[in-house]
């Protein structure tokens, strides 16, 4: 992949494109032990690890922007046998560990039996013992979207040795494997960078999902007042203007369709529409990419059944349990400010045309066939 591929989708938006995330950080518990000396504190100083030796696993990752339906798509994804869903995994070191959100079974990530089972088989020792701090730092440094020509002159997998980042991803997605035991690991993190630079680690098939919506259902939901049950309190999901929001969704969907596919193992694109009116042909898509069948936990045509899962961090729909109806929001198309809807619209119609959403008010999405 040439950055060339790239420039027709960020140089279109490039003074819109210089976003910085001013979110603020939560206080939590203070980091003690840095990864690097956990290594070396086990005679490790690179990933030479059994599971590394011939074996490998698969990374279901759906790419794009936030509000996208990715939850409920991954959720659903994690009822299939073999697969885990694993929730927004770049997000681990802060909210899961640092905030101490809660994981989609309703307890604290860094005492969730699983994910405990996960880092320590990852790091030698208890969640609460590792510098997640430097390492959430770690990964917001290299998930700029000015690390693009980094990432492309990188390459396929390759060694991680020195690399401090992508030796500590290879160790937590392995252990993710190994302590789950499924092999297939949906992760929902949607920044293509990091599905990008996880195309790199050793022993790691990445498969993506670009999941798109309408931009503007996209930036109106990012309006509303929502509750954040992360923390079992009163707290709300932040909110963002239309403008950033549909900044933020030209961001997304430029940079994935111009730097992933022929950088992943598979790439499939799934309008969120489409998945809500026909959700089996949907999964159907997504399990042709990977050649594998699967018995679909679907109730009907438009319902799914849903289990606990162990995902960590995204939208509140990630503790819904039991039979969940599969309906389309479109609330934005009669609620949305008609100076919001033209605004976000003047910032997004190339992807919008481009993926068959209408431009016009008077039109409507033609869904697939």
């Known amino acids: 992949m040439q950055i060339k591929a790239i420039c027709p989708y960020l140089f279109a938006w490039s003074s819109l494109f210089l976003i910085t995330d001013r979110s603020t950080n939560a206080e939590g518990c203070c980091a003690m032990v840095k990864i690097t000396n956990v290594h070396k504190r086990h005679g490790e100083d690179r990933v030479t690890r059994d599971e590394l030796n011939g074996s490998s696993l698969t990374v279901l990752y759906i790419a794009g922007s936030g509000r996208t339906g990715s939850t409920i798509l991954a959720n659903t994804l994690g009822q299939l046998d073999d697969f885990f869903a694993a929730g927004e995994l770049w997000n681990i070191w802060r909210r899961g560990l640092t905030e101490r959100r809660k994981c989609g079974c309703g307890s604290a990530v860094d005492v969730c039996p699983v994910w405990s089972a996960v880092l320590q088989r990852a790091f030698g020792c208890p969640p609460q013992r590792i510098d997640a701090n430097h390492l959430d730092a770690l990964a917001r440094k290299r998930l700029r979207a000015r690390e693009i020509p980094r990432i492309v002159a990188a390459g396929r997998a390759g060694s991680v040795h020195g690399d401090e980042y992508r030796e500590t991803l290879t160790r937590l997605y392995h252990a993710v494997r190994e302590v789950t035991r499924r092999p297939v690991i949906v992760d929902s993190s949607k920044s293509p960078m990091y599905a990008a630079l996880l195309a ?12 798109i919506r309408d931009a503007r259902a996209a930036a109106f939901s990012h309006g509303r007042l929502r509750d954040l049950p992360d923390f079992g309190d009163q707290r709300l999901m932040r909110r963002e203007r239309p403008l950033t929001a549909a900044r933020r969704w030209a961001k997304g969907h430029a940079i994935a369709r111009g730097l992933l596919p022929g950088r992943v193992s598979g790439f499939v694109t799934i309008r969120y529409e489409d998945f809500i009116d026909r959700p089996a042909a949907a999964l159907g898509r997504i399990l042709a990419l990977m050649d594998r069948s699967a018995a679909l936990p679907l109730v009907g045509e438009r319902a799914v059944r849903l289990d606990p899962t162990h995902s960590i961090s995204g939208n509140p729909a990630r ?35 481009q993926y068959r959403y209408p431009v016009l008010r008077t039109q409507r999405v033609v869904l697939a066939t």
């Open 200 to 211: 790199t680690l050793p022993g790691v098939r990445v498969q993506v999902v670009h999941l």
């Open 319 to 353: 503790f819904r349990t039991g039979i969940a109806e599969l309906r389309l929001d479109d609330e934005w198309r009669t609620a949305m400010p008609a100076r919001d809807r033209a605004l976000v619209t003047a910032v997004t119609w190339p992807l919008l045309i």
